[in-house]
């Protein structure tokens, strides 16, 4: 990391016992700006709310007839992949919300204050993660009622919400650190849509990977939101996927992206939010 | 500060005998662009100065170095004593800056911006409150402090931004171009209130594109163009270096010039632009001068369009400064402002 993240993070001696509790104090405060504004900009929530019913309705009531799985319900097939896919599409959320806080100047106030920078974009992926969990909630409740059936045990129960929170938290991160990156809000729809959208309609979303051409099924298997689909699958419906490594195991495939995700993202955005901004 | 846990420092040898700022060789590329060429400034505690220039001189550049906004690439710089880049933390503590844009987030109401800057302040609940509700006060921002910021005027959310700026009284305060983009009233009331904030004795840093507004308010000019110091005095030195203001009159009829201007020449020094139609004389005492002109005017009975009182603009002082005005320039450099601003 660059000086200026060192000089950055010290606080002045005076002040040095509370670092840890002004950090947190700090993150809070941001956390809570940014969840402030949910109610006042819903159609941030639209990526992940709006988006997953209009395909959850697509899926069931248009093109769902013409889909056979077999040994399972298309409802109770499709819902896991929707579940994996309104995931996938936090990361755009997050994005495009933090590409227009960086463009916006609010940022640049925040950073010439004396708090520390790390609580900036905690702040910021805290505020992301929050909303990416409403939507979340928001899908699974629609699913319900329309009849979506998820049977599993509490161990089950618990371990996908370890799951899906670790995987929200992962994304959010990729989404903070690709919203630093691009040079608009406007940039970030355009990467989502040609990397993201792909790649959460393969993963065995919407119909099972082993029927699909060779190049596509190729890039599935190794895809991370096909492990996170599979993963919820197997959780709530016990069906087993297969055809690679990480369908075989996609629990411990998933919970193994999401590390190799933060690991890359965490400290790349921290050196991207260090150095200089656009603006 | 009443408050205790108010972060200004107040174990700080250095502020009370080091100037505002103190900047020597700052420098800062964009790749192949120099946008701060080093650049030396010196502001001292309580003085109000201007930096002055064209879009992409490296005004903003210059102050999100002093901010720490950005990391000089040559040179140093002090704050109160403090350098930007060893002790950065203490710099934040002691500069507010408001930039070119409104720095406020617009899903907040004015009032709970001003909230959350004073928390991130350190301030406590009820100091915050009472600190906000100061604020709203003294930049009239009472009407509209409960209405988000994206539904306010530019003018209403300089002045939230303004007030954003001065939660703690800061040692020095940045503005960068505060009333660009701002209609002639706005702008009055952004230089009433900075006016008043001066007459309290911030130090203030401020950059701006108008020598009118450099002169208003600021009791020292730097003149900065390409990331470079052009020139730097007060406003009457650089208007005296940059050519006085003067009184043009306009003849109706192109023949009674040289009628018109000997009847100047008895009071004036004259000058004569046939084209235009127009005799110059130098005004240097203003509206007395204009007064004179137009009453020896009237006694001749020569019929004239136009009596005017020309003021030297920013326009001026680069031709007269450098030999080619400020707006060829910009549009050189338009490429790589994106990177500069």
């Not at chain 1, 994005?95 to 702040?123: C, K, Q, Y």
């Not at chain 2, 020597?24 to 120099?34: A, E, M, Q, S």
């Not at chain 2, 005095?233 to 009829?253: C, F, I, S, Y």
């Not at chain 2, 009975?301 to 080619?324: C, K, M, N, S, W």
Request: net charge neutral.
């Amino acid at each position: 990391m660059s000086t200026a993240a060192t000089t950055s993070t010290t606080i002045a001696p005076d002040r040095s016992g509370h670092a840890v509790r002004r950090y947190v104090r700090d993150t809070v405060l941001l956390t809570a700006r940014s969840l402030r504004s949910i109610p006042r900009v819903p159609e941030r929530l639209l990526d992940v709310t709006i988006q997953p019913i209009v395909f959850i309705l697509l899926f069931l009531y248009v093109f769902g007839s013409a889909i056979h799985v077999p040994g399972i319900s298309y409802k109770d097939y499709l819902f896991p992949g929707i579940i994996g896919q309104s995931l996938a599409f936090g990361i755009i959320g997050a994005g495009v919300a933090t590409s227009n806080d960086m463009t916006e100047g609010v940022v640049d106030r925040f950073r010439s204050l004396p708090i520390s920078r790390l609580s900036i974009i905690t702040g910021q992926v805290m505020g992301q993660f929050c909303e990416a969990l409403l939507g979340m909630v928001i899908v699974v409740v629609f699913g319900l009622l329309l009849g979506w059936n998820p049977h599993m045990s509490l161990g089950h129960g618990i371990e996908l919400l370890g799951l899906m929170l670790l995987a929200i938290f992962a994304f959010t991160w990729a989404g903070v650190l690709a919203g630093m990156m691009v040079r608009s809000s406007d940039a970030m729809q355009g990467v989502g849509f040609i990397v993201i959208f792909p790649l959460s309609f393969m993963a065995g979303t919407f119909v099972p990977i082993a029927g699909m051409d060779a190049i596509p099924r190729a890039i599935a298997e190794w895809d991370p939101i096909a492990a996170l689909v599979a993963s919820v699958r197997e959780l709530t419906q016990g069906v087993h996927s297969s055809g690679s490594w990480q369908l075989e195991h996609p629990q411990l495939a998933m919970t193994l992206w999401c590390l190799l995700i933060l690991a890359i993202c965490v400290p790349l955005a921290l050196r991207r939010f260090n150095r200089t901004l656009a603006s | 500060m009443s408050n205790s846990t108010a972060p200004t420092p107040s174990t700080a040898p250095a502020r009370s005998t080091a100037p505002a700022i103190e900047a020597h060789g700052l420098t800062k590329r964009f790749g192949d662009f120099t946008a701060v060429d080093a650049l030396d400034l010196h502001v001292d505690t309580g003085a109000v100065v201007s930096l002055l220039g064209p879009n992409g001189a490296g005004k903003t550049t210059m102050v999100r170095m002093l901010a720490t906004l950005l990391r000089p690439d040559a040179g140093y710089a002090r704050i109160a004593g403090y350098d930007v880049v060893a002790d950065a933390n203490r710099v934040r503590q002691v500069i507010s800056l408001t930039g070119q844009f409104a720095a406020l987030d617009k899903n907040l109401t004015a009032a709970e911006n001003l909230r959350l800057m004073a928390h991130l302040r350190g301030h406590g609940r009820v100091a915050a409150r009472k600190l906000t509700a100061q604020l709203i006060e003294r930049f009239d921002i009472v009407e509209f402090r409960d209405r988000l910021i994206k539904n306010i005027s530019g003018g209403q959310r300089r002045r939230v931004d303004l007030a954003a700026g001065l939660i703690d009284k800061p040692q020095l305060l940045v503005l960068d171009e505060p009333t660009t983009g701002l209609d002639p009233r706005s702008r009055q009331v952004v230089w009433s209130t900075i006016r008043e904030l001066v007459t309290e004795g911030v130090t203030l840093l401020l950059t701006t594109q108008y020598l009118e507004e450099a002169d208003a308010l600021a009791d020292r000019v730097v003149l900065i163009d390409h990331g470079r110091e052009i020139a730097a005095g007060t406003p009457a030195q650089l208007k005296a270096q940059v050519g006085e203001q003067r009184v043009d009159v306009v003849a109706t009829d192109g023949a009674e010039l040289e009628q018109l201007a000997s009847v100047l020449d008895e009071h004036f020094t004259t000058s004569i632009a046939r084209e235009q139609r127009t005799v110059s004389v130098p005004a240097p005492n203003d509206v007395a001068d204009l007064a004179r002109v137009t009453h020896a005017i009237s006694d001749s009975r020569i019929a004239v369009d136009e009596v005017a009182l020309r003021r030297p603009t920013l326009d001026d002082a680069f031709l007269a400064l450098t030999g080619h005005p400020a707006e060829e320039q910009q549009s050189d450099l338009t490429p790589k402002q994106g990177a500069a601003v």
